[in-house]
């Protein structure tokens, strides 16, 4: 009876995709690696690409559909591609990043990313995941409704990507890796960009200021995307509201704002209406810097709002866009204001009961020169190297195999399960930290979850080296924000605040400067999934751990067998 039981069910599930998958598609594309010259800020550099377009190709595709990108590597660099927000339902293997998944695709070999898009609509975005290379490749994927389907908001006369970007004129390989070498903060990028160009207010930069068009009476679409590299920005545009509908390829309940706020890796789709008086206005961004006594870009990216209808300058002239305000780079209260109006359109089912209750700090921190190292490979504060970890742990990724294969092989001796569930040393997170707690200890630790176990995590800022937002990001799911504040959390106190009715669904959280955020989530997803602050230079430093996810009961809940063309290290 047990067996026949099975059957039916086995057969069930197999109609059920079938007709699920009626209308999806398998679309196939290639992604190639290589140098090509790009000129910004009036030098040229010889920059890495995905087929020679910087910012890479645009994915359009429907909910439901399959992917299968063969990236072939002619790059001088080892590279990686990860799929950013896509859940990678038991197909961990194409996740992306370097040692955490695959080993990276060496130069001249290719690597073939085959995955599905399973009950997800919006936006998100592909980005190289090796080094710093994200800095120049990553590109949009835009997920649109099933075929047949609308969106439950007005269905918008156009659709405009909006990739916010870091620039430096500089190979941004080369700026890392002095970084590494001396122990001190890397240079700050030089220009922030959107989609792709630095925009009027930067030398040699207006004749390819990014143009987007409107028309009276139109509503369109934004998608924004946080590509910087390093940082948290501010977007605008001049005498026009944005109504939020959707972040991080979740829809939300629709609130209305001038400004947003993104951290990198985060995306948010806004409407926009042309409902003033036809002429050009300037989109603009620019940092939020939440980080005290840090350098910082402080210049502002600017593309063009055109209506269509806008009249035509006399010949020779040209009529200058009105020019928004933008919240000052420390203004944290616009930042918290921007996202406590985030919620889901509906209630939703937040786990209630949690069986793996976490609590990770995030942090800075200074390792004192070790002794066979010499002053100019310790340029950070008094003689220090800069660091980074969570609980105490500076994350140091494998380099010979990948997490996940180690986990698959049974490969011992790459990482062990020992990541601490809570911090190690309870202090006064947010206050006044002994210096004797700012060396966290190196290790490849991770977390392990049963298949299916109902997971919180307390995400607490500290203020070691210097207070900061940290836009972190967990790959493989989709999360409940389910409260934030500020200080050190209390649980006795701060439970009351958690909203389990309706709040909003995100990948990548800002975890706020000097706070802390709560997330909930079920672990139905087998795998090794990195857990990492977006800002780069901290991925580097080691704000980073692994969630490793066991396999169910069978196939349906196991990931599945690595597929032939892996890399090898």
Known sequence: MEALKTLFLAIFVVLASALYSANAKIQEHE???????????????????????????????????????????????????????????????ADGP??????????????????????QEGTLWWHAHSSWLRATVYGALIIHPREG???????PKRETPILLGEWWDANPIDVVR?????????????????????????????????????????TNLLRVINAALNQPLFFTVANHKLTVVGADASYLKPFTTNVIMLGPGQTTDVLIQGDQPPTRYYMAARAYQSAQNAPFDNTTTTAILEYKSAPCPAKGSSIKPV???????????????????????RKVEVPAEIDDNLFFTIGLGLNNC??????????????????ASMNNVSFVLPNNVSILQAHHLGVQGVFTTDFPTQPPVKFDYTGNVSRSLWQPVQGTKVTKLKFGSR???????????????????????????????????DPNKDTSKFNLVDPPMRNTVAVPVNGWAVIRFVADNPGAWIMHCHLDVHIGWGLATVLLVDNGVGLLQS???PPEDLPLC
Not at 98 to 119: D, L, N
Not at 323 to 338: I, Q, R
């Open 455 to 489: 997971v919180q995590i307390v995400l607490q800022d500290t203020s070691i080296v210097t207070p900061e937002n940290h836009p972190i990001h967990l790959h493989g799911y989709d999360f409940y924000i389910v409260a934030e504040g500020f200080g050190n959390f």
């Open 559 to 561: 990931i599945e067998p």
């Open 98 to 119: 370097e040692f955490v998944t695959q080993c990276p695709i060496r130069p001249g070999e290719s690597y073939t990313y085959r995955f599905t898009i399973q009950g």
């Open 31 to 93: 992604f190639v690696i290589q140098a090509t010259p790009v000129k910004r800020l009036c030098n040229t550099h010889s920059t890495i690409t995905v087929n020679g377009q910087f910012p890479g190709p645009t994915l359009e595709v429907n909910n439901g559909d399959t992917l299968v990108v063969k990236v072939t590597n002619k790059a001088r660099y080892n590279v990686t591609i990860h799929w950013h927000g896509i859940r990678q339902m038991r197909t961990g293997w």
């Open 323 to 345: 020019m928004p305000s933008l919240p000052a780079y420390n203004d944290t209260n616009t930042v918290t204001a921007f996202s406590k109006s985030f919620r889901s359109p």
């Open 178 to 218: 002095q970084a590494t070498q001396t122990g001190a903060a890397p240079n700050i990028s030089d220009a922030y960009t959107i989609n792709g160009q630095p925009g009027d207010l930067y030398k040699c930069s207006s004749q390819g200021t990014t143009i987007v068009p409107i028309d009276s009476g139109e």
């Open 149 to 155: 389907e609308a969106y439950p908001f007005t269905k």
């Open 370 to 387: 070790p002794k066979n190292f010499n002053a100019n490979q310790c340029q950070g504060p008094n003689g220090t190297r800069f660091t």
